[in-house]
Nanobody
Framework: VQLQASGGGLVQAGGSLRLSCAASGRTSSRYGMGWFRQAPGKEREFVAGISWSGGSTYYTDSVKGRFTISRDNAKNTVYLQMNSLKPEDSAVYYC????????????????WGQGTLVTVSS
């Protein structure tokens, strides 16, 4: 499975960005998808996850109400809509593929994208 993330960039505080992640390869079975982020000098942390059907979504507390994860299974693509961005949201964002049907746990993700940089200026 290969994951290609895009959509990062530089935005002012309060602004919005939408990240996309396209999956290719052996994705024929049901799978969960997630987004993680890693800021300089910090550990990679879970941001959001979504089940195969999209019926279950998971968020870390700091992004609830601001970020929305969604997916289009016909396109094998997952999205992360980020609104009301804050400087502390600045990080490299990674999409991830899980053969389990959605999880908040790093260890449950099997494949990772290359990351896309999000920088939020104050």
């Amino acid at each position: 499975v290969q994951l290609q993330a895009s959509g990062g960039g530089l935005v002012q505080a309060g602004g919005s960005l939408r990240l996309s992640c396209a999956a290719s390869g052996r994705t024929s079975s049901r799978y969960g998808m997630g987004w993680f982020r890693q800021a300089p000098g910090k550990e990679r942390e879970f941001v959001a996850g979504i089940s195969w059907s999209g019926g279950s979504t998971y968020y870390t507390d700091s992004v609830k109400g601001r970020f929305t994860i969604s997916r289009d299974n016909a396109k094998n693509t997952v999205y992360l809509q980020m609104n009301s961005l804050k400087p502390e949201d600045s990080a490299v964002y990674y999409c991830a593929f899980s053969r389990s049907d959605g999880s908040t746990r790093y260890a449950m993700y099997d494949y990772w994208g290359q990351g896309t940089l999000v920088t939020v200026s104050s």
